[in-house]
């Protein structure tokens, strides 16, 4: 929550340099599926994510993850009101998809505790985890709800 929070979480991926060699973080998403509100005050949207990241000659890894989305319109301008990523892998390139370690969520350990409980844990590759979605099963038409927070 707030502006040190934020970089103190954006520093889990290592801190960026003015180096030729620093931090490299490519977070691309795709796939959005955007649900504005009938008012048109609220939305929902759904993405997946991509990150290729690296630091020269330390490490490299690739990073996948789910976003579940809200956002509010407020004053003529729109604003993120939650934004929950559901991170699904860490794959170190040198290791590769065979070989990786289970491990917990990046910011959930004792050096770097969350400012809130999680709102939904999940867990990451390999265990598996379908990260939830805000609209109906587009095949079953079922509306699909999250397990309750623990």
Not at 99 to 117: A, I, T, Y
Request: net charge positive; hydrophobic share 35%; charged share 15%.
């Amino acid at each position: 929550m707030g502006p040190k929070s934020v970089r103190r979480n954006l520093n889990l991926y290592g801190q960026a340099t003015d180096s030729q060699f620093g931090l490299q973080h490519n977070h691309m998403q795709f796939q959005p599926v955007i649900d504005v509100a009938p008012d048109g005050q609220s939305a929902k949207m759904r993405s997946r994510a991509l990150s290729i990241m690296g630091q020269y000659e330390r490490y490299a890894q690739w990073m996948g993850g789910v976003y579940e989305n809200d956002y509010v319109k407020e004053g003529g301008v729109w604003k993120i009101k939650h934004d929950q990523v559901f991170n699904t892998y860490f794959v170190p390139y040198a290791v590769g998809w065979k070989s990786v370690q289970p491990r917990p969520p990046p910011g959930l350990s004792k050096d770097n505790p969350p400012d809130l409980p999680p709102s939904h844990p999940f867990e990451m590759y390999p265990s598996a985890f379908l990260p939830p979605f805000h609209f109906a099963n587009p095949v079953t038409g079922k509306t699909v709800s999250w397990p309750a927070a623990q």
